[in-house]
Antibody, heavy 122, light 107 residues
Framework: EVQLVESGGGLVQPGGALRLSCAVS????????MHWVRQATGKGLEWVSG???????YYSGSVKGRFTMSRENAKNSLYLQMNSLRAEDTAVYYC????????????????WGQGTMVTVSS | DIQMTQSPSAMSAFVGDRVTITCRAS??????LAWFQQKPGKVPQRLIY???SLQSGVPSRFSGSGSGTEFTLTISSLQPEDFATYYC?????????FGQGTKLEIK
């Protein structure tokens, strides 16, 4: 069964740091781009970051310079290191499967984890 | 960065109605567009990918069309379980971006 399981969310003070993890099973993790998407309570979906097969990373303007995405193919795991956290980073963070292969495709964002809640508050 | 303008932001309709939701991209994205349905408290579910390809298991009353900058999601005959929030996503050019969402309510 294809599965993405996020962990690492919690309560953190403004300016603090948190590391999210996503454990992947049921498909060849190393062959897919991966993404993080977040959603604040009552708000819309926001793409946060992506990592391609070759390891290059991309970020939204709202998190660039503060968040770092990485992958560890040997452990079938995805990570999001979040530093200098702000109240506006409070959201559910979803791990999402992207497209397959080095050249990508339009078949992406099909599998989502259940999400992990991050709350930034003093 | 590519901006996705989704309209309407909210709408109400009757069961059996035909409904169309539109997303406009601020620059061309070919067919790198997906549509998602989200119900309260649930994880988003992909309905359409590559602008017009139906996700396996999704009812055929859902359809997508468009390329370049104009895209539409159509529900041919609304069912009670279709009342939800819908989002488009462009994944042509980083940073990727979602539309603002369309909340579809029962009339």
């Amino acid at each position: 069964e294809v599965q993405l399981v996020e962990s690492g969310g919690g309560l953190v003070q403004p300016g603090g740091a948190l590391r999210l993890s996503c454990a992947v099973s049921g498909f060849t993790f190393s062959s897919y781009d991966m993404h993080w998407v977040r959603q604040a309570t009552g708000k819309g979906l926001e793409w946060v970051s992506g990592i391609v097969i070759a390891g290059d990373t991309y970020y939204s303007g709202s998190v660039k310079g503060r968040f770092t995405m990485s992958r560890e193919n040997a452990k079938n795991s995805l990570y999001l290191q979040m530093n200098s956290l702000r109240a506006e980073d409070t959201a559910v963070y979803y791990c999402v499967r992207g497209s397959w292969g080095y050249y990508g495709s339009d078949d992406a964002f099909d599998i989502w984890g259940q999400g992990t809640m991050v709350t930034v508050s003093s | 960065d590519i901006q996705m303008t989704q309209s309407p932001s909210a709408m109400s309709a009757f069961v059996g109605d035909r409904v169309t939701i539109t997303c406009r991209a601020s620059q061309g994205i070919s067919t790198s567009l997906a549509w998602f349905q989200q119900k309260p408290g649930k994880v988003p579910q992909r309905l359409i990918y590559a602008s017009s390809s139906l996700q396996s298991g999704v009812p055929s009353r859902f359809s997508g069309s468009g390329s370049g900058t104009e895209f539409t999601l159509t529900i041919s005959s609304l069912q009670p379980e279709d009342f939800a929030t819908y989002y488009c996503l462009q994944h042509s050019t980083y940073p990727f971006s979602f539309g603002q969402g369309t909340k579809l309510e029962i009339k």
